[in-house]
């Protein structure tokens, strides 16, 4: 994709005017964009490739794609229907046949990819936009209600940002406030949690509660040396 860009970029120069490359000089020397935790895609040209092609041509595919906490790769034959760049990666949403379901797999874990003769039909009732406003920031589904106070400290930071489409705030009499999310997978949202620690308390679903307090016992009991109760 950079070097596609690369290459509009300067069919764009060619056609510009002595003043055009100055503004666009000026422009560089102005701005600047930092962005971290991004990821390398450098050895994934061809895999890109070939997916944007099979999306292009609605062709179901054989990849070869190994999950993190997975010791082997395994082989999935998927119908591709997008590549997503979200939250500093680049994923592959699909219709998985082995699970009959919409699934994304991160681009950088597929090994290979295998075009087949069959064509697909994106399954009736799928709305891309309706499963990406389901997401956190990348795995979507049937949304539930998620519950977060967040210390007086830090709800103006939390406030001033945009976190997902469906987001609301609801400010406290102390000066703290409660975030109401839908999303439709929870992992992501306790990830993300861990990282705000005493300042983000987590109110539902309940389940996710019970998790982050397991987490909580086991950070203590990690930096005490003192075992987790049960």
Do not use: C
Request: proline share 4%; charged share 25%; no cysteine.
């Amino acid at each position: 994709m950079q070097e596609a860009l690369d290459s509009a970029l300067q069919k764009i120069g060619a056609r510009l005017p002595a003043s055009g490359h100055d503004l666009l000089r000026r422009l560089k020397e102005q701005t600047a964009v930092s962005v971290t935790g991004w990821k390398d895609y450098s050895k994934s040209s061809e895999t890109i490739s070939a997916l944007s092609r099979a999306i292009r041509r609605q062709l179901t595919v054989r990849i070869t794609h190994k999950p993190l906490k997975v010791p082997e790769a395994r082989t999935r034959i998927v119908d591709p229907y997008r590549l997503w760049y979200t939250g500093g990666g680049l994923y592959l949403v699909v219709y998985d046949h082995g699970k009959s379901a919409i699934r994304t797999f991160a681009v950088e874990r597929i090994s290979s990819v295998s075009t087949t003769n069959q064509r697909f039909d994106i399954q009736e009732g799928f709305d891309f936009e309706a499963f990406q406003r389901t997401a956190f920031p990348v795995h979507g589904g049937e949304p539930q209600l998620v519950r977060i106070r967040f210390s007086p400290d830090q709800a103006p930071y939390i406030m001033e940002r945009h976190w997902h489409d469906s987001q609301k705030f609801y400010p406290q009499d102390d000066g703290s406030i409660v975030m109401e999310l839908q999303v439709g997978n929870t992992w992501e949202v306790k990830r993300w949690l861990i990282g705000w620690g005493a300042d983000a308390e987590l109110f539902s679903p309940s389940e996710l509660r019970e998790e982050m307090k397991r987490s909580a016992q086991e950070t203590f009991a990690q930096y005490t040396g003192r075992e987790v109760s049960a």
